[in-house]
């Protein structure tokens, strides 16, 4: 049974990279932030049933120095995926210092931590399209020019800096996942796209009244996470470490999340959305959109659903919890 490590496990990616590692029959090893509760988390469903015996859940802050390096050699995995950072990039803003520490220190102990191990597993890196920046071409690939404009680009181009670095310098089988957004209902409620399907099914239900929103007219190249982890775990299948985009090579507006969420349910989302400066961010990329073909013939790899599906989806899962939650707290 093959063993691999997980950084992050209850977030949205580490819980379906999770999923797809123990349906390949893989043992899974993997970090929450002390305090976490698994049991309520996005992983919860995976600690009971068939699978509860081959999760094991470290709680551990990778803040501290110390922690990775004296787990790993116990754990011994063969495959290595670095998912935990902060992925807020407004909040990057009002922390820089924070995130910049956490998403480049982070990065750089685990090269570290995995390098001195008597055989270092194969070692997925996050990276993120926030390294291009304001690019001079679209759509983007392995080769552009990195160009952040944001504390969270700055400290991701730093992690694929390292990557391409420890790769040539210490012969570590690494790959790092350049990554556009990806969502999915187990999305953050603080990203835009969740942020609109959870309001357009709380006003639906009458839970809600009003939505504030920052910028309506960015353009994001959205895919769905769950062909974004099967993208991880192909980059450790291949024989060659590389860099990779994961894209859908499309970009939509935020008008266009509205559109198809809200009208999804019936609703005009115009007599609801309001605008709140403070939600503005001191700077946007621009035309982010990626170019994939890389990832389609080295992997195999391609997306399988489409921009509009998968913001109906994230809409009727929002509804069906509401309604649950609704239930579940209304008196008999
Ligand atoms: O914003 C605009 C906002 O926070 C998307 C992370 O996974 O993808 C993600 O970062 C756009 C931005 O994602 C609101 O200004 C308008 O232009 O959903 P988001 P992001 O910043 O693109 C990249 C690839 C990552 O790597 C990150 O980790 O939507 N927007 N109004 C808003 N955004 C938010 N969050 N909230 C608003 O009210």
Same mark, same amino acid.
């Given at each position: 049974m093959r063993r691999a490590f997980i950084t992050g496990l209850a977030g949205q990616d580490g819980s379906y990279l999770a999923e797809l590692l123990l349906a390949r029959d893989y043992e899974v090893h993997g970090t929450v932030r002390p305090g976490t509760n698994p049991a309520t988390s996005r992983i919860g469903h995976l600690l009971a049933g068939p699978t509860a015996g081959r999760v094991t859940v470290h709680g551990l802050? /990778?803040? $501290?120095?110390?922690g990775l390096r004296e787990l790993l050699p116990a754990v011994q995995p063969e495959e290595f995926y670095? /998912?935990?950072?902060?992925?807020h990039v407004g909040q990057s803003f009002e922390q820089p210092e924070a995130a910049c520490a956490a998403i480049g220190l982070g990065a750089l102990r685990v090269l570290e931590a995995v390098r001195r191990l008597p055989r270092p597993p194969r070692l997925f890196l996050a990276s993120s399209s926030e390294i291009f920046g304001r690019p001079k071409q679209a759509p983007q690939d392995e080769e552009t020019p990195l160009a952040p404009v944001t504390p969270y680009g700055c400290a991701m181009a730093f992690v694929t800096h390292l990557a391409r670095a420890w790769r040539l #310098?210490?012969?570590?089988f690494v790959c790092c996942g350049i990554l556009y957004n990806h969502e999915s209902?187990? %999305?953050? $409620?603080?990203f835009v796209t969740r942020k609109i399907t959870r309001a357009a099914a709380a006003i639906k239900l009458g839970l809600q009244h009003t939505l504030e929103l920052g910028n309506l007219d960015a353009r994001r190249d959205w895919g769905d996470a769950r062909d974004y982890v099967r993208a991880m775990w192909l980059m450790l299948q291949a024989p060659e470490p590389g860099d990779y985009v994961i894209a859908s090579g499309q970009t939509h507006s935020v008008r266009e999340v509205l559109d198809v969420a809200f009208g999804h349910l019936g609703l005009d989302w115009v007599r609801y959305v309001r605008s709140d400066p %403070? /939600?503005?961010?001191p700077a946007e990329p621009h035309t /982010? #959109?990626?170019?994939?073909a890389r990832a389609r013939r080295v992997l195999n790899w391609a997306p399988t659903r489409a921009f509009a599906e998968l913001i109906r989806e994230m809409t009727d899962a929002d509804l069906a919890a509401l309604r649950a939650a609704r239930f579940v707290a209304a008196p008999a």
């Open positions: 802050d /990778l803040n $501290e120095p110390a670095h /998912l935990a950072a902060p992925s #310098v210490h012969g570590l209902p187990r %999305r953050g $409620e603080q %403070r /939600l503005l961010r /982010l #959109v990626g170019n994939a």
